[in-house]
């Protein structure tokens, strides 16, 4: 699901910066509301942070979903515009502190001992996951939390505009760039990236036969084949057919509907609102090969639900956990399907999501299944920044990609050291 409607926001490459936790240090306990009062129960009073998503009806549902469980008084923090992050971590170090908050898996959460070990209520139905997901949330053998949905990011594209170019789907970097050029009119841009470019450095890393980290733990981002298609990059960037500086980012699917550009990078959770204005007109395509040895990908985003161990109310909070995202499956598949498209990270539940069983959303399936790579735990903010910093100075500011990807081995290198030593 998109992070907000209204405000320019990457909400992965921000949201995942766990690593202020260390950074922040001891802080005294924050006044003003936590959220904690008014519960209508003489239970215990949980209080849960959701991010504000962007489309309609989620906040409704989150609370609705709260309301209709007994064994606690479930309030929900709803964070809206870019202060998720400012708001969780400082909180998550006082006694303001949420007892379930949703986020993505980031070992520094677990290293620091700040989320709770659910392996116990995730056990029972583990092979009911998607093992990518069990995987991503997994270290030490311990299940640090549940996905609640699984988002699938590729290039949507206007399907007339391609056609009338004699343009077709593009299957390598090569044939994007060329595509780009072919489809830029006076009053359209070829291709959206999003604003910042960030977005498809996850998907251009893989597309290039590359990954971020080894099964060692070491840095394999760095190849030949890499360098190369940061440099095609600087000239898609410099060509005049990209769209630079949209209303809004890549999450919202304006640009396209819009008739901004003609291809664009998105998630799945746009596409309801995206067939609604372009019927057939819409197609999917993944990430396309970077080198003679490349791969196609899909970049598989989420959002994950954990508890926080330092909280007073860890087994409450647990038991809410598993009745919401272990034992309610209708409310799974609510939240994975009838507020944009998101496939349910749970097999059974996937199985029965009859608004992805055809059309486009079945091919976004396919897609996703085919071509999907999932985040890997160990690849922290510091390091995701420093990849960013790296291909900003290259594309953005014409350096050479060599040099700024040795500069980011520095920082990446540093930080594995201190995870894992």
């Given amino acids: 699901m998109s992070a907000m409607s209204s405000n320019n926001w990457d909400r992965r490459s921000v949201l995942r910066a766990a690593a202020g936790l260390a950074a922040l240090g001891p802080l ?41 469980y007994t064994k606690a008084d479930v309030s929900t923090q709803w964070i809206t515009g870019s202060n998720f992050e400012n708001k969780l971590f400082p909180a998550l170090l006082t006694k303001q502190a949420p007892d379930v908050f949703e986020f993505h898996p980031q070992i520094q959460l677990i290293k620091s001992g700040q989320v709770a070990d659910l392996t116990d209520i995730i056990d029972p139905v583990k ?38 170019a004699g343009v077709s789907v593009p299957t390598t970097l090569d044939e994007l760039i060329e595509a780009a050029a072919k489809l830029t009119t006076s009053k359209v841009k070829g291709l959206f990236l999003g604003n ?79 067939q609604k204005a372009l019927g057939d007109d819409l197609g999917i395509f993944p990430f396309p090969k970077v080198g003679s040895a490349g791969k196609l990908s899909v970049y598989n985003g989420g959002w994950s639900v954990f508890v926080n161990a330092k909280g007073s109310n860890v087994d409450a909070a647990k038991e809410y956990v598993k009745w919401l995202w272990i034992e309610q499956k209708k409310y799974q598949e609510d939240w994975a399907t009838s507020y944009g498209f ?28 085919e071509y999907g790579h999932f985040d890997n735990i160990g690849w922290t903010q510091a390091m995701i920044t420093a990849v960013q910093d790296a291909f900003a100075n290259s594309i953005r500011k014409d350096g050479d990609p060599g040099a700024a990807l040795d500069t980011a081995d520095t920082k990446v290198n540093r930080e594995l050291k201190k995870l894992f030593g």
């Fill in 127 to 164: 092979d009911d996951f998607n093992p990518a997901d069990i995987k991503s949330h997994t270290v030490d053998g311990k299940i640090y939390g549940i996905r609640m949905i699984d988002d699938p990011q590729f290039f949507y594209y206007r399907k007339s505009m391609l056609a009338k």
């Fill in 196 to 274: 910042d470019l960030t977005a498809i450095i996850n998907p251009f890393i893989w597309s290039a036969g590359a990954d971020f980290l080894d099964d060692s733990n070491k840095p394999a981002y760095h190849t030949d084949a890499v360098i190369a298609g940061m440099k095609q990059l600087r000239k898609l960037f410099t060509s005049g057919h990209l769209l630079l500086d949209a209303p809004a980012d890549f999450w919202d699917p304006s640009a396209l509907d819009q008739g901004l550009t003609a291809i664009q990078w998105g998630g799945m959770w746009s596409m309801p609102v995206m």
């Fill in 342 to 369: 998101h496939i349910p990270p749970r097999a059974s539940i996937a199985t029965s999501a009859t608004k992805l069983k055809s059309g486009l959303p079945a091919e976004g399936v396919k897609l996703f299944n």
């Fill in 28 to 68: 005294a306990a924050c006044g003003g509301n936590n959220g904690r009062g008014g519960g209508s129960g003489s239970g215990t009073n949980l209080v849960q942070y959701f991010h504000a998503y962007g489309e309609a009806g989620t906040e409704q549902a989150i609370k609705r979903y709260a309301k209709a």
